[in-house]
Nanobody
Framework: QVQLVESGGGLVQAGGSLRLSCAASGRTFRPYAMGWFRQAPGKEREFVAAITWSGGSTYYEDSVKGRFTISRDNSKNTGYLQMNSLKPEDTAVYYC??????????????WGQGTQVTVSS
C-alpha cells in the first residue's frame, strides 16, 4: 500500500502560482509513476500531468502545457506540481496518484485525498 497526501492548495488570483506537493508513505514510492488529476464541480476527474519513476519522461494535458511542471524527488518520497499563470478554469480539487504504470488514464492504484485550488478572476 502507498499512502499519498497532497498539500499546497489554496486561493490565488489569476496569473498567480501555486506549488502542490504529494508526500508518499507506506510501501516505497519507487518504482511508481505519479500522476496529477483534477476535478471541478459537476465535471469528471481529468488528467493533468504524469511523470515516470525516474523523472525522465513527463506528459501534460494540452491546456496546462507550458504553465504546469511536474517533478519528483524520490529521496524525499515527494512529488510536485508547479502551477504558473493560473486561470479561473484551473479551479478544481487536485489529486495525486501513484501506479506502477506510466499512464494518463484515471485507473491509478493509489490516490490522495485531494487539495482545493481556487483561482479568482
Amino acid at each position: 500500500q502507498v499512502q499519498l497526501v497532497e498539500s499546497g492548495g489554496g486561493l490565488v488570483q489569476a496569473g498567480g502560482s501555486l506549488r502542490l506537493s504529494c508526500a508518499a508513505s507506506g510501501r516505497t514510492f519507487r518504482p511508481y509513476a505519479m500522476g496529477w488529476f483534477r476535478q471541478a464541480p459537476g465535471k469528471e476527474r481529468e488528467f493533468v500531468a504524469a511523470i515516470t519513476w525516474s523523472g525522465g519522461s513527463t506528459y501534460y494535458e494540452d491546456s496546462v502545457k507550458g504553465r504546469f511542471t511536474i517533478s519528483r524527488d524520490n529521496s524525499k518520497n515527494t512529488g510536485y506540481l508547479q502551477m504558473n499563470s493560473l486561470k479561473p478554469e484551473d479551479t478544481a480539487v487536485y489529486y495525486c496518484a501513484a501506479d506502477p504504470i506510466f499512464k494518463i488514464a484515471t485507473t491509478y492504484d493509489y490516490w490522495g485525498q485531494g487539495t482545493q485550488v481556487t483561482v479568482s478572476s
